[in-house]
């Protein structure tokens, strides 16, 4: 309940009069001293809730973006939507109490865009919360890449307690590789059999140089793959790190052959 106070203030001019008593007069200042209050009802109108997509949401498609939707709040008659990049969000919409708003592409790529949905009736309004999502990354943006044609200057090999290690091979390949057939030329690979019989691998493969990235909400990592498991203890992962003492297992090849990847 809101109250609205409003004080009256009043100028008394007397002159060359002494027709008030001090009774009038002591009335007339307790009337000042007070305000006179009424009351508000509070607004019918509920805020918007439930939005998709969800507050917070990543790597939204620049070419196919979708649909706002949310839900609105009781009472709801009208709408006004709000939307636009972070920190610079402007009125797109104002009408009938819809709930969907299809956003027109193409949307910027790695972009934050905010949003907000006003619902109204012919006496007041309700704002929903600031939503926001982020745009997917531009894939033509390559940080880092190796093909495996200048040896192995950008990778540290280590020895981890087996008998063969990481090489590089230049085709014709020892043994067949089932790889993409968009994949040629030098190959990165930890090959048990071209070692011989009765030997083991144990080996780490590590970039040399650190990748050094901008701040981005999120990056990825591609490669052409070719994993044959011979059994139950045969096991690869890929693991990273943004300080070279913690890393983070994105990866695990175990058991199952994935092959043509």
Same mark, same amino acid.
């Given at each position: 309940?809101?109250?609205?106070?409003?004080?009256?203030?009043?100028?008394?001019?007397?002159?060359?009069?002494?027709?008030?008593?001090?009774? %009038?007069? &002591?009335?007339?200042? $307790?009337?000042?001293?007070?305000?006179?209050? &009424? &009351?508000?009802?509070?607004?019918?109108?509920?805020?918007?809730?439930?939005?998709?997509?969800?507050?917070?949401?990543?790597?939204?498609?620049?070419?196919?973006?979708?649909?706002?939707?949310?839900?609105?709040?009781?009472?709801?008659?009208?709408?006004?939507?709000?939307?636009?990049?972070?920190?610079?969000?402007?009125?797109?919409?104002?009408?009938?109490?819809?709930?969907?708003?299809?956003?027109?592409?193409?949307?910027?790529? =790695?972009?934050?865009?905010?949003?907000?949905?006003?619902?109204?009736?012919?006496?007041?309004?309700? %704002?929903?919360?600031?939503?926001?999502?982020?745009?997917?990354?531009?894939? #033509?943006?390559?940080?880092?890449?190796?093909?495996?044609?200048?040896?192995?200057?950008?990778?540290?090999?280590?020895?981890?307690?087996?008998?063969?290690?990481? =090489?590089?091979? %230049?085709?014709?390949?020892?043994?067949?590789?089932?790889?993409?057939?968009?994949?040629?030329?030098?190959?990165?690979?930890?090959?048990?059999?071209?070692?011989?019989?009765?030997?083991?691998?144990?080996?780490?493969?590590?970039?040399?140089?650190?990748?050094?990235?901008?701040?981005?909400?999120?990056?990825?990592?591609?490669?052409?793959?070719?994993? =044959?498991?011979?059994? #139950? &203890? #045969?096991?690869?992962?890929?693991?990273?790190?943004?300080?070279?003492?913690?890393? =983070?297992?994105? $990866?695990?090849?175990?058991?199952?052959?994935? $092959?043509?990847?």
């Amino acid at each position: 309940m809101k109250k609205l106070g409003l004080v009256f203030c009043l100028v008394l001019v007397i002159c060359c009069s002494n027709t008030f008593g001090q009774s %009038e007069l &002591t009335k007339i200042e $307790r009337i000042l001293n007070n305000s006179i209050q &009424t &009351t508000l009802d509070p607004c019918p109108v509920g805020p918007a809730t439930n939005p998709t997509p969800a507050n917070g949401t990543t790597n939204i498609s620049i070419s196919s973006p979708g649909s706002l939707t949310w839900n609105n709040g009781d009472g709801t008659t009208l709408v006004d939507v709000y939307f636009g990049p972070e920190g610079n969000v402007v009125w797109i919409y104002s009408g009938s109490a819809i709930s969907s708003l299809l956003l027109p592409p193409p949307l910027n790529y =790695q972009t934050t865009y905010e949003w907000k949905v006003v619902c109204k009736n012919d006496t007041c309004n309700a %704002e929903s919360e600031i939503w926001s999502f982020t745009t997917e990354a531009d894939p #033509s943006i390559i940080w880092w890449e190796d093909n495996f044609e200048e040896g192995l200057a950008n990778w540290t090999i280590t020895n981890d307690g087996g008998t063969c290690i990481w =090489q590089i091979f %230049e085709p014709p390949y020892p043994n067949l590789y089932t790889l993409p057939n968009s994949s040629y030329g030098g190959v990165l690979v930890a090959d048990a059999d071209f070692c011989g019989m009765g030997t083991t691998l144990l080996s780490t493969a590590t970039i040399t140089n650190p990748i050094v990235l901008l701040p981005d909400p999120y990056h990825w990592i591609e490669f052409d793959n070719d994993w =044959q498991a011979f059994d #139950s &203890t #045969s096991f690869g992962y890929v693991e990273i790190s943004t300080d070279n003492i913690n890393w =983070q297992m994105i $990866r695990t090849f175990h058991e199952i052959d994935v $092959r043509y990847t």
